[in-house]
């Protein structure tokens, strides 16, 4: 990831963690978020396109399951659609 | 041996208010003739949110009532319907028969509005006793004069189906002879935002069983009034129905969704219909829980055609949600009278907002059944159901009839003891440790003290961080009390005996600092706002839904909320249950949160004393707390079969009110004479034969004065008082259980054998140190604001 994508890519994990209450050690930017990973839900999904719609004005519903693999994902897809 | 307690529970008096209509008759007219009472919502902000319907009630007489100003919408809805109610059944309360009527109402978000009123208009002190669910039964039995079981279930949206069924079982338990049911909730921008940020609310009005794209919130009340037969033909009351049977339980799945099994709904319905003793082809009429989510309305037609298809084709179907909406914790309440109207007039209301092709569509999801698309129908109606499912993974079911019925309530004569304990406190966490603290004789260290939770406790019981992240503080509390005292008990919950096994959560302010926090979260970024993460914590059966998904425990499972008793009339109604068969074990709890939400507004009430004190210090506040006790209760023959160690016998329990202005206790000192004679007279002991009282004084003047004059008459200053919140703080639920499980490991000798007590009278306090080996009989004593009170008699096992 370049700079800007780390910064957005760090903005998301704060996010990830304060908001779902991930504790931070145990998430990186390639840690999966849902099923066996971090075991993220459809509820925290919601939760995740409200503050990335917030933060960064890109709206998420509908989007494909693959760009919410892991920050490294969301990251790109908020990189490509702000 | 089982006893048959078949006592025929008869409905009198109906009351409602809606947003198509203030009054029962009005209300059951415009749901027949598929009035909508839906429109766009006036008392949210719904700027730029995708949906902005609602089904408010309009009616400019809310605020003919005692100290308008006192009280939250929540109550002056509640207040409107049982007063109807009331006025219906002709029931008059007075000093004969007061402490043998109680109220029980549900309510899901209790006096939401007041927590925005204070967030957004100055802080005012007198907004804080209306935020939470516990004022709203208060409210009610002052009202109408009722002086015996005052409470409240918070069930989200089951809460007052289940207040009808509790209510019944009491009744049949032979401890009250009528009561004042129901539920209420008021339109409000924290469940609306909630509800908006899980995309739950639909951009149309409602479509249950139709479009099922989502639910439209309403507000409203719906009272009944039931009592025994005998009661009510005894003062010539018209009856409309017999209330048959019921049947809770919880899903152990989801906090917001429903199994798509349908299992948890499933059971509940069957229980309804087999403690009725009735059978499914029975049924011609379900007031479906139909909120309009696809994950309901699927689930619902699974366990509906799942239980009648084969002998019940002619089922008729109908929701009236479609019509008022949602009302949360109300819409058990305000169904209930839905479908004993259409009961007793032998006339359905239909679930309105079909086209053409949407009847067409219906057909191959409907089969044979009548889901009464858009029009009423006559029809001969003699058992009628009504279900309720929540967040929290809660179901109940229950059942209205024409005629008597084959109730197969029963009653077990078995010991009921006390099996495994959980503490969770300011001392630390775990039985040994609260041991270890109060031999050693450890006071609070603050005026404001906290339990704490975390790594430790997680890994001790297994919880992985994809569960305990989800939950906060006071849902982590209960789980992890309630899951060490299963541990302690030795109870094992299998696929076998998932449904023999319950709980009954008691709190006094619930996840009010969730709530409070949500709503400031709102009221400062606007309604869209709303954290869809935090939103199912704001319903106080949340951590009850959490401790049995957790622990896979899918028998009944209700929170009752009413002040700091409840942890106390938890155990109450856990015995009960064990009692009357509904479950073989069961835990029951107190839990309560201190943050610094609730320190600020306690400290805003005046109640935080200045610095750590001990039990009649004298002034006004008390050390402010928090934490968890669960108790594990066990039949005989359950605990004998896996050898469980018999901390104590509970033989013995009362819960009275003697009101005044909710906030109060002064005044009330006949409510707590009531519950220790009542108590002591279902133990089958008389007052003398009390060794020692396990007291609720926490150095407020108004509470320990209370006590003193009550100790003084019936002890005369010679029995010990012992007294938790010495060592523990104020933990308001938490410790009323907290006094239960001290007397319990008193009397099991797990505790140091030399302790702390006082010998009280009004004139004078001595604190000395005292010998509990003797005691046999001890007596445990609980209050609530508002003048609410239970008592619990344990005895020493031989």
Redesign the interface.
Known sequence: MNEKELEIAENIKGMLSK?????EE?LDYEVPLFGDG???DS??S??II?CID?AYGVAMTGVAKEHFYNIESLTKYVVANM | MDKITNTRCVVTGLGMISAIGNNVDECFANALAGKTGIDKVASVDTTDCYANLGAEVHCDTLDEIDEAKDVDRVSKLCLKASKEALDDAGLVIDESNAGRVGVVMGSCVGGVVSVENYVTKGEHAEDINKMTIASIANHVANMAGAKGVVTNVGNACAASTISIAYACELIRAGVADAFIVGGADAFASVPFSGFLALHALSEQACSPFNHSNGITLGEGSGAIIVESYEHAKKRNAKIYCDVLSAGISSDAHHITAPRPDGLGQMYAIREAIEKSGIEPKDVAYVNAHGTGTAKNDEAEFLSLHTIFDETNPDLSVSSTKAMVGHCLGAAGAIEAVFAIKALTENKIPPTIGYSEEDIEALGEKAGTFDFMPNTMKEKDLHYVMSNSFAFGGSNASIIFSKEPGNVKETENDEKVYITGLGIVSPLGNGVANYIDKVNAQTKPEAASVHANVGKEDYDKYGLKMAFYRKLDKFSLMQVISGLEALQEAGIEVTEENAEELGMIVGTGDGPLTTVYEFQEHISENGTTAGSAFNFPNTVYNAAGGYLSIKTGMRGYNVTVTNGAQSGMSSLCYAYNEIKQNRGKAMLATGTDENSEVMEKLYAKLGKVAGDVKQAYAGGDGFVLADGSTSIALENETYAASHNAKKYAEVCGYAMTHEGVAYGDVAGTEKGLMNAIVDAAAMAGITLDQIDAVYGFANGADEVDTLERHVYEEIFAGKVPVHQVRDYTGEGRAASSALSVAHAALTLSGDLATRQNAYYVTTEEVTKEVVDTSAYKYVLATSCAIGGSYAAVILKKVA
């Open positions: 908001n779902l209450r991930i504790p145990e971090i075991g993220l509820v925290d919601l939760e409200a917030s």
